[in-house]
């Protein structure tokens, strides 16, 4: 069988995180001096990164701040003219769709900020998961096997890179977006707090610069995070296809692929061109048996570890997305067709429904294909075994009949279902900010 390592499927992931400095796997060869450089560099990023959401969170401060204040001046001009209050009520309308620009940008940040908190602070935990994939256990033992891992591996490395380049080809609209409101002699405002004047052209100049680079940052590194989550899953799955595919070639030998058809009974008997023992065909069963169920038990150990560490990000996840799409939503109906910002609106869009759907959708997977491991158990050739035997195989099977089923704050369910309910949940959010 041909040497193959599970972490294939994983490499692109880690490589890209470490170039933005959000995770590295530190390898033991490396010099003092170049993990130091890269410890300075990863610090660097983090401030720049705490800064960017301090900036946005000051400016929903000051936002809401004159929203409120333009409120309170309305409710106490119950006697002026009636065009002075229309002309305030645009000012409060202004005011909102400004809150709202910097309001979905800041949720997505910190929606980003959480997962990276997650993969640093539970560094050593995700190690050990690493180091886990790379065991004998989710090692391919048959041809299925390897061909399996690789086929994920390919598609893995396509949902990375399709999502990577929709992320940069977004934070590039959305650095072109300003020049060109700005050629128009339209006012350009910033999404987060800045301490100088931004009409000024060098100014301007450095302060879309540092917007732009620290976007881009973000969200190469964010699709990244959840496209290595998801590669978390989706080997899941795979290692459960791989299980099922053991137990319904379960009298196959693992050599030589040679049919055990024979009934067990208590004589010797004749398999091909040399004589088997009935004893040893009951240890092989018995230690393939043994190594399948604790292969299941390390996949279901491996998804639940999964599931813990990024736990409290999926939470922030799921809701933050609600509103983000919300949000995004009721930017984009005040727009042109034609005009750039609409269409770097509809991408930013498409990577938020996108970014939600790969969760769901390999969750489903999962737990898809864990529901079909019975299924599977009962399709090997068990009327070759013993009545002792097939008891087994049956407890076995009363042991994985509940599916690994993904959940977020171990409650809600990780699946298409939930996609769904979140989508509506954006709308109905939608329906009611756009009325008011």
Request: hydrophobic share 45%; with cysteine; glycine share 2%.
């Given at each position: ?111 980003c900020l959480g997962k990276q908190v997650a993969f640093n602070a539970r560094s050593g935990r995700i190690h050990k998961i690493i180091e886990t994939i790379q065991e004998s256990t989710f090692a391919p033992t048959k041809p299925n096997h390897l061909d399996l891992l690789k086929k994920n591996a390919v598609s893995m490395s396509q949902i990375l890179s399709f999502y990577q380049c929709g992320c940069l080809t977004c934070a590039a609209l959305w650095t072109i977006f300003p020049f060109i409101n700005r050629a128009r002699g339209r006012e350009v405002t910033f999404t987060g707090y800045l301490p100088f004047d931004t009409s000024v052209t060098s100014t301007f100049y450095l302060a879309l610069a540092y917007m732009s680079v620290l976007i881009t940052i973000q969200a190469f590194g964010h699709v ?213």
């Open positions: 069988m041909e040497k193959y390592s599970v972490f294939v499927a994983f490499a692109p992931h880690f490589k890209a995180l470490a170039r933005v400095a959000y995770f590295k796997i530190v390898s033991k060869d490396e010099s003092n001096a170049k993990r130091m450089l890269y410890e300075l560099y990863r610090f660097m990023m983090w401030f720049f990164i705490l800064l960017y959401n301090i900036q946005h969170l000051i400016r929903v401060i000051q936002e809401n701040r004159v929203e409120v204040d333009l409120l309170l001046d309305i409710a106490s001009s119950v006697a002026v003219r009636s065009q002075s209050l229309s002309s305030r009520r645009s000012l409060v309308r202004h005011s909102t769709e400004q809150l709202v620009d910097t309001l979905f940008i800041l949720l997505t940040t910190l929606n990244t995070m959840d496209c290595t989550i998801v590669a978390f899953y989706a080997q899941a799955k795979v290692q459960i296809k791989m299980l099922r595919y053991n137990f319904e070639h379960f009298m196959d030998a693992d050599e030589e692929n040679i049919k055990i058809d024979t009934q067990i009974t208590g004589t010797n008997y004749e398999q091909n061109t040399h004589k088997v023992n009935t004893n040893d065909i009951i240890i092989m069963t018995q230690k393939r048996l043994t190594n399948y169920v604790d292969h299941y038990e390390k996949i279901a150990s491996f998804v639940k570890e999964v599931e813990s560490i990024f736990s409290e990000a999926m939470i922030v996840q799921f809701f933050a997305m609600a509103w983000v799409i919300c949000m995004t939503v009721y930017k984009i109906v005040s727009l042109s067709l034609l005009s750039v910002e609409f269409i770097s609106m509809a991408m930013y869009l498409g990577c938020m429904l996108g970014q939600l759907f790969i969760y769901c959708y390999f969750g489903t997977k999962l737990k898809v294909e864990s529901e079909f491991i019975c299924q599977s158990v009962y399709c090997g050739d068990w009327l070759s075994l013993s009545p002792s035997f097939r008891r087994k195989l049956l407890v076995f099977m009363s042991y994985c009949s509940k599916p690994l089923a993904l959940r977020t704050a171990y409650i809600i369910p990780m699946c298409l279902d939930t996609y769904i309910a979140v989508l509506k949940s954006s709308y109905s959010l939608f329906t009611f900010l756009n009325r008011n």
